[in-house]
């Protein structure tokens, strides 16, 4: 059996302009985020000045990781102990980790058939919960429909904090994701689109959200060092009544991702690229269901979904199992248990309870999906989908189903 010869989890290799970067923070020993020489500003001060620019905020934060982003933004919105917090059903599991982390008790939230969060439901939640705040997750690079999910909040006074984690560089009727709501939480995980190994940031155009967020990640009382911050003297209160809980970004992985925030754009060109080769390749294969992308969606194409509404759970599993054995690392969400990155929100015995979530449950059974590492070519993508094809051919008539395999009907 023909098998793909890539790693599906194997990134770019840091440029030489990172390197030399984080190299002379290593030289210099100022590792520390206010470790600064007389009239340096410091790699973690600049990228943060750099990310807001490129979002056209004022404020940006680089955390240690997304998760913690994610947990200094609630904390910096004004979530207190017990509050509910909305967020979406599906959705990778430090999302709710986060609000449970902050104190929160997360209530979920259904999907559409296009994975991302229903307003019609969102609105439901909100009435029965009586929820303040809302963690919406762009699940995977889909961003849903942001005028009816924005109105939602809006009138039920919810603040709505965006997890960007799979949408840094994406934008939405030409407004980038992140700037939607009082808060936008992003990631610069190894596998997010730029990396620091683990790391995050948090942007916001609220100067109290701001001013919360530096003394609560750290600053003790240097937040006179930040450059995408509020002006010094307007800490006259905040920085006395907020707790400080270190978790600001270091100057070494702030080195190693200004370079690549400069190339965000033209790895967005590429990903995208690669995504609709392989959109256009798996719509030959009868059994997929793609997923569509809105005129209004600027998306980032690091990775592809995709429904198998026709199979059924024994088929589907036949499937992967031919994907995998094919060197191709295919995750289904509908799997009984969760595994490596994966996982569904029935796997989530922390959470006090669910509400119903009937299309997630449905949508979520057949969904797969699958990385798009920028290690790969337009070429590899037709190999992939050439080997997945072979994979559904097994799965849809198994040998043993099929003595005269020739005749190839289905």
């Given at each position: ?97 986060s609000i449970v982390a902050a104190g929160g008790e ?305």
């Amino acid at each position: 059996m023909r098998r793909f010869a890539k790693s599906f989890t194997q990134q770019e290799a840091i440029s030489d302009d990172a390197i030399a970067s984080a190299v002379a923070v290593l030289q210099s020993g100022r590792l520390h985020r206010y470790n600064l020489a007389e009239g340096e500003a410091g790699e973690t001060a600049l990228l943060e000045s750099e990310f807001a620019a490129s979002l056209g905020v004022d404020y940006a934060l680089a955390c240690a990781s997304g998760g913690y982003a994610l947990q200094l933004a609630l904390r910096a919105c004004g979530l207190e102990a017990g509050d509910k917090v909305l967020c979406n059903a599906f959705t990778l599991s430090p999302v709710p980790g986060s609000i449970v982390a902050a104190g929160g008790e997360a209530v979920l939230v259904d999907i559409l058939d296009d994975t991302t969060v229903d307003p019609g439901d969102l609105d439901r939640a909100a009435r029965e919960s009586g929820a303040g705040f809302f963690v919406l997750s762009h699940m995977r690079g889909h961003i849903g429909d942001m005028d009816a999910i924005v109105a939602v909040c809006e009138s039920h006074g919810i603040v709505l904090i965006e997890d960007c984690a799979h949408t840094m560089g994406a934008a939405y009727d030409g407004r980038p994701s992140g700037t939607f709501g009082k808060a936008g939480c992003f990631s610069t995980q190894t596998y997010k689109h730029i990396n620091s190994g683990e790391g995050g940031l948090l942007a916001t155009a609220d100067a109290e959200v701001m001013r919360r967020a530096v003394i609560l990640s750290g600053s003790y009382m240097l937040f006179d060092r930040h450059l995408a911050a509020p002006a010094p003297e307007s800490f006259a209160e905040t920085r006395l009544m907020t707790p400080n809980m270190s978790g600001r970004m270091d100057n070494l992985r702030a080195a190693i991702l200004r370079p690549q925030l400069a190339e965000m754009e033209h790895r967005k060109t590429r990903w995208n690229s690669l995504y609709r080769r392989m959109e256009q390749r798996l719509g030959d294969i009868a059994e997929v269901c793609l997923i569509d992308r809105p005129a209004r969606e600027d998306f980032v194409g690091s990775s592809i979904q995709f429904r198998l509404p026709a199979l059924g759970a024994d088929t589907i599993a036949r499937f992967v199992e031919g994907c995998e054995a094919r060197g191709i690392p295919l995750k289904w969400y509908g799997k009984p248990l969760p595994e490596d990155y994966t996982s569904r929100y029935d796997s989530w015995g922390y959470l006090a309870g669910t509400r119903a979530l009937p299309i997630a449950d449905r949508v979520l059974a057949t969904l797969c999906d699958l990385r798009l590492p920028l290690t790969f070519d337009q070429a590899d993508c037709d190999d992939i989908v050439a080997l997945m094809s072979a994979a559904m051919d097994e799965a849809v008539q198994p040998p043993e189903a099929t003595p005269d395999k020739a005749l190839g009907s289905r």
